[in-house]
């Protein structure tokens, strides 16, 4: 059975802090990795997407890593901000052209004014 | 705006009533999704549709139906059928690639439903 886990399920950082989130996978045979971002009640927000032959994708503050050797992939968050509270959400896609997103159950991050 | 719309936000049904989730994109996008988010569990896949007129089932079908008539539009009916239907219900799209394959998906707001 394919799984995600996210590690922590929650965080609380000072604002200004670098932080790092986890995220492990079962399958190594993925596609592509994605995080999204889901503020209360929302709906998600595709943060950054990285494809199986990709080491990392950045946007901004945000750094995406992927290692499919291990399963596993990190968002680091570099000088956080208030406005980055949310829930974080990692999913794969696998290979073989599979539709279906396996998702993880998120990290909720706030970061402390 | 381009974007994905969904509504109601908030819907209330009785048990025993059918309901319809709408979904609507502007985004030209081939592939179509509805997703079901329970507190403290990812999201989980019910059905998608990556053309008109044809759609799978997702690993939480049961209980549910779907139609795609129109590119634009992948509404989503809850039936008297599905046991647990209070939940928050995502509707995504996402373009396909020449090569088969579907790129980012891209979120709508979500209905909330809650059965009395």
């Known amino acids: 059975k394919q799984e995600v886990t996210q590690i922590p399920a929650a965080l609380s950082v000072p604002e200004g802090e670098n932080l790092v989130l986890n995220c492990s996978f079962t399958d190594s045979a993925i596609y592509n990795l994605q995080w999204f971002r889901q503020d209360p009640g929302k709906g998600l927000t595709s943060l950054l997407l990285i494809q199986s032959s990709q080491r990392e994708q950045t946007s901004g503050r945000l750094n995406a890593s992927l290692d499919k050797s291990s399963g596993r992939s990190t968002l680091y968050i570099a000088a956080s901000q208030p406005g980055d509270s949310a829930t974080y959400l990692c999913?794969?896609?696998?290979?073989?052209?599979?539709?279906?997103?396996?998702f993880g159950k998120g990290t909720k991050l706030t970061v402390n004014p | 705006d381009g974007g994905i719309t969904q509504s109601p936000k908030y819907l209330f049904r009785k048990e025993g009533q059918n309901v319809t989730l709408s979904c609507e994109q502007n985004l030209n996008h081939d592939a179509m999704y509805w997703y079901r988010q329970d507190p403290g569990q990812g999201l989980r896949l019910i059905y998608y549709s990556q053309i008109v007129n044809d759609f799978q089932k997702g690993d939480i079908a049961e209980g549910y139906s779907v139609s795609r008539e129109k590119k634009e539009s992948f509404p989503l009916t809850v039936t008297s059928a599905q046991k647990n239907p209070t939940a928050f219900y995502l509707c995504?799209?996402?373009?396909?690639?020449?090569?088969?394959?579907?790129?980012?998906?891209?979120f709508g707001p979500g209905t909330r439903l809650t059965v009395l």
């Open positions: 999913a794969f896609r696998l290979q073989g052209g599979s539709e279906k997103l396996v």
């Open positions: 995504a799209s996402s373009l396909r690639r020449l090569a088969g394959l579907t790129d980012t998906q891209y």
